[in-house]
């Protein structure tokens, strides 16, 4: 599995954005995404995850009630909705593949990444 991430660009506080990430390979409907995230200064961080068909998300405590992962499996796409996005929301979002969980270490194929400003 190969991975793109796009979606990002500058967004005042309150505001809304939508990442996705394309992924080639014929195994992406029987593995688990997730989205991180990295601000400038600090650690690479787990924002959400979607196990392989869907049915189960798990979210961040820091994003959770704003943002929503979903996954289609025809498209090979997975897509991060971010709704009243927050200036410490601002990161650089990587989406990965892997076995699920929240650990970096779960995850063994990272896409590229793609910046998100908030601004105030």
């Known amino acids: 599995v190969q991975l793109q991430a796009s979606g990002g660009g500058l967004v005042q506080a309150g505001g809304s954005l939508r990442l996705s990430c394309a992924a080639s390979?014929?195994?992406?409907?029987?593995?688990?995404m997730a989205w991180f995230r990295q601000a400038p200064g600090k650690a690479r961080e787990f924002v959400a995850n979607i196990i392989w068909d869907g049915r189960s998300t798990y979210y961040a405590d820091s994003v959770k009630g704003r943002f929503t992962i979903s996954r289609d499996n025809a498209k090979n796409t997975v897509y991060l909705q971010m709704n009243s996005l927050k200036p410490e929301d601002t990161a650089v979002y990587y989406c990965a593949a892997g076995h699920g969980g929240s650990f970096l270490n779960n995850y063994n194929v990272w896409g590229q990444g793609t910046l998100v400003t908030v601004s105030s």
């Open positions: 390979g014929r195994t992406f409907s029987s593995i688990a």
